[in-house]
């Protein structure tokens, strides 16, 4: 649960499924109201509304008996890791009004472990509203038109001013019209009684804080962004003039606005770069292809190197086959390139040629998306995956599994947790490929599912893919089944303070290079660019 991604294990767990029958599993991490929810979901997302209402209602009710609990087991004494203990020093009633306080913090504090995932950090944002939100419509499609109503007014308990659910209720109560009166349609007393409590205890946290004099911020776990980013994701304005009779149009719900404005389009800054795809023709956001970023000479001369350099497991905490036991990984730093260079062990113009074109990815990156501040590299590195003989039948694994860059890709939840140990401070990727002659490797986008396949590049000498690196642009790399792929992997950040150590450290070996008078780069990059 907490490494969606480890292959190792989604191998292992395939494994005993093929037991199935013959021994009992039973998974001790799963909470019963988010299996049902999840359950819910798929069939909703497969239109059997009919198997979704009923997973969903038992999720629900899960949800009530689990919230009950957690408010029981916040009874008696609390620890809290900002708490003074040892320095405290209160009168009885100070203390009495102090331990109520951590209490009701607790209970408050329900909601978020409701909605977290086994093994996740963050919760799944807006996870109670959205039962009523998928139920509203799902017993619409049924023809249960005053469950509809009732579940949509449950569901604006949280959200009174969502546009969407406003004309989705007002929509039910004219079906209802002439045969139920809909203001005797009320939202669900359960929803009424949990939302009426937390903001009870929303106010006597706030005045308690006031009071005693410790900090308190409110935390909103309903925001109305928490929805499914796709064409189900929620019922939302009716359709005006029907063709055939009253439907409900679907529309996606607004992701948050970014803390930046997201641009694309920018100057490629070299005449040889050739633009292929932009993130329309790539099906996604802020994506984009290129061709001859390097040229074959450059290709040639960089494999050269690399095979002088990398050793095995190198980036991957010294794991030969850290995605797959079907491939060998191997790798190396730029740092280590000039290093080696250096010391005559590889040619150093060949050592350097790495360190140049990886700053030439980054002037491009930063000027074809048009960010408005420096672009710094987060990490550096030289890959090749190379299939592993007598390991290629019937293979069924990828060569990276599926994941997104600064955020754990959470398919089931239709997440992407931005929390550690995912690389948050990364901003976009690019990776640039050194060959071709090699079966497999393609590298993929997808959905959030982590299934449905978005775009998919077949590499070559010279071509570059560059993304966001964000949940909106998932990826992996299909098996490799002979050969060897290689390629230069570049991540970026915008924040300096998360700038690549051992780029700043290669930065100071190319200044004392150009001090020893050894001659300028070939492509005249000034090294100073990342200072």
Same mark, same amino acid.
């Given at each position: 649960?907490?490494?969606?991604?480890?292959? !190792?294990?989604?191998? #292992?767990?395939?494994?005993?499924?093929?037991?199935?029958?013959?021994?009992?599993?039973?998974?001790?991490?799963?909470?019963?109201?988010?299996?049902?929810?999840?359950?819910?979901?798929?069939?909703?997302?497969?239109?059997?509304?009919?198997?979704?209402?009923?997973?969903?209602?038992?999720?629900?009710?899960?949800?009530?008996?689990? #919230?009950?609990?957690?408010?029981?087991?916040?009874?008696?004494?609390?620890?809290?890791?900002?708490?003074?203990?040892?320095?405290?020093?209160?009168?009885?009633?100070?203390?009495?009004?102090?331990?109520?306080?951590?209490?009701?913090?607790?209970?408050?504090?329900?909601?978020?472990?409701?909605?977290?995932?086994?093994?996740?950090?963050?919760?799944? !944002?807006?996870? %109670?509203?959205?039962?009523?939100?998928?139920?509203?419509?799902?017993?619409?499609?049924?023809?249960?038109?005053?469950?509809?109503?009732?579940?949509?007014?449950?569901? %604006?308990?949280?959200?009174?001013?969502?546009?969407?659910?406003?004309?989705?209720?007002?929509?039910?109560?004219?079906?209802?019209?002439?045969?139920?009166?809909?203001?005797?349609?009320?939202?669900?007393? !359960?929803? +009424?009684?949990?939302?009426?409590?937390?903001?009870?205890?929303?106010?006597?946290?706030?005045?308690?804080?006031?009071?005693?004099?410790?900090?308190?911020?409110?935390?909103?776990?309903?925001?109305?962004?928490?929805?499914?980013?796709?064409?189900?994701?929620?019922?939302?304005?009716?359709?005006?003039?029907?063709?055939?009779?009253?439907?409900?149009?679907?529309?996606?719900?607004?992701?948050?606005?970014?803390?930046?404005?997201?641009?694309?389009?920018?100057?490629?800054?070299?005449?040889?770069?050739?633009?292929?795809?932009?993130?329309?023709?790539?099906?996604?956001?802020?994506?984009?292809? %290129?061709?001859?970023?390097?040229?074959?000479?450059?290709?040639?001369?960089?494999?050269?190197?690399?095979?002088?350099?990398?050793?095995?497991?190198?980036?991957?905490?010294?794991?030969?086959?850290?995605?797959?036991?079907?491939?060998?990984?191997?790798?190396?730093?730029?740092?280590?390139?000039?290093?080696?260079?250096?010391?005559?062990?590889?040619?150093?113009? =060949?050592?350097?040629?790495?360190?140049?074109?990886?700053?030439?990815?980054?002037?491009?990156?930063?000027?074809?998306?048009?960010?408005?501040?420096?672009?710094?590299?987060?990490?550096?590195?030289?890959?090749?995956?190379?299939?592993? =003989?007598?390991?290629?039948? +019937?293979?069924?694994?990828?060569?990276?599994?599926?994941?997104?860059?600064?955020?754990?890709?959470?398919?089931?939840?239709? !997440?992407?947790?931005?929390?550690?140990?995912?690389?948050?401070?990364? #901003?976009?990727?690019?990776?640039?490929?050194?060959?071709?002659?090699?079966?497999?490797?393609?590298?993929?986008?997808?959905?959030?599912?982590?299934?449905?396949?978005?775009?998919?590049?077949?590499?070559?000498?010279?071509?570059?893919? =560059?993304?966001?690196?964000?949940?909106?642009?998932?990826?992996?790399?299909?098996?490799?089944?002979?050969?060897?792929?290689?390629?230069?992997?570049?991540?970026?950040?915008?924040?300096?303070?998360? +700038?690549?150590?051992?780029?700043?450290?290669?930065?100071?070996?190319?200044?004392?290079?150009?001090?020893?008078?050894?001659?300028?780069s070939e492509m005249n990059i000034n090294p100073k660019d990342e200072l």
């Amino acid at each position: 649960m907490a490494n969606p991604e480890h292959m !190792e294990i989604q191998q #292992d767990l395939e494994n005993y499924k093929t037991t199935s029958g013959k021994v009992s599993l039973i998974d001790q991490e799963a909470r019963q109201h988010m299996e049902d929810y999840s359950a819910g979901v798929r069939h909703y997302d497969k239109e059997e509304y009919e198997l979704a209402i009923e997973f969903l209602e038992r999720a629900l009710k899960g949800y009530y008996s689990e #919230d009950e609990d957690c408010q029981i087991m916040c009874e008696g004494p609390q620890r809290f890791e900002e708490h003074e203990y040892l320095d405290y020093k209160a009168g009885l009633y100070e203390a009495i009004a102090d331990h109520y306080m951590q209490v009701l913090a607790c209970k408050h504090d329900c909601v978020r472990e409701l909605a977290t995932r086994s093994g996740r950090i963050s919760p799944i !944002e807006n996870f %109670l509203p959205l039962h009523y939100d998928y139920l509203q419509f799902a017993y619409y499609r049924v023809g249960d038109y005053i469950k509809a109503l009732e579940c949509a007014k449950s569901y %604006l308990l949280f959200h009174p001013d969502d546009e969407d659910v406003l004309e989705n209720a007002g929509y039910y109560e004219g079906l209802l019209e002439g045969t139920v009166d809909p203001a005797t349609i009320k939202p669900r007393k !359960e929803a +009424r009684a949990l939302l009426r409590r937390h903001k009870l205890e929303s106010q006597l946290l706030q005045v308690a804080a006031a009071g005693l004099g410790y900090a308190y911020t409110e935390l909103n776990y309903w925001n109305r962004y928490g929805a499914r980013q796709d064409e189900h994701s929620v019922p939302s304005s009716i359709s005006s003039e029907p063709e055939d009779g009253p439907r409900l149009s679907l529309t996606k719900k607004p992701m948050p606005k970014p803390d930046r404005e997201l641009k694309e389009g920018g100057p490629l800054l070299y005449s040889d770069v050739k633009f292929v795809y932009n993130s329309e023709q790539l099906n996604g956001t802020q994506r984009v292809l %290129l061709d001859n970023v390097i040229s074959e000479e450059q290709c040639r001369e960089l494999h050269r190197v690399a095979s002088g350099i990398m050793l095995a497991g190198d980036g991957y905490r010294g794991k030969t086959s850290p995605h797959t036991p079907n491939e060998r990984f191997e790798g190396a730093t730029v740092l280590k390139a000039l290093k080696y260079g250096y010391e005559g062990r590889v040619p150093l113009k =060949s050592a350097r040629l790495f360190y140049d074109i990886s700053e030439k990815a980054r002037r491009i990156v930063q000027s074809y998306f048009q960010l408005n501040s420096t672009l710094y590299f987060s990490y550096t590195h030289l890959v090749c995956r190379t299939a592993l =003989s007598g390991q290629q039948e +019937r293979r069924n694994d990828l060569s990276h599994p599926i994941h997104a860059d600064n955020c754990l890709l959470d398919p089931e939840a239709n !997440e992407c947790w931005k929390e550690p140990p995912a690389y948050t401070f990364r #901003d976009y990727s690019a990776l640039l490929y050194m060959n071709a002659d090699f079966e497999g490797g393609e590298f993929i986008f997808t959905e959030m599912d982590a299934k449905t396949v978005t775009a998919s590049i077949k590499p070559k000498c010279g071509r570059m893919i =560059s993304f966001s690196s964000g949940g909106e642009n998932p990826h992996g790399v299909k098996a490799v089944t002979k050969g060897q792929r290689c390629a230069v992997a570049l991540w970026f950040t915008l924040d300096p303070l998360y +700038r690549e150590l051992e780029r700043i450290q290669a930065d100071e070996v190319i200044a004392m290079l150009d001090q020893e008078h050894l001659g300028p780069s070939e492509m005249n990059i000034n090294p100073k660019d990342e200072l």
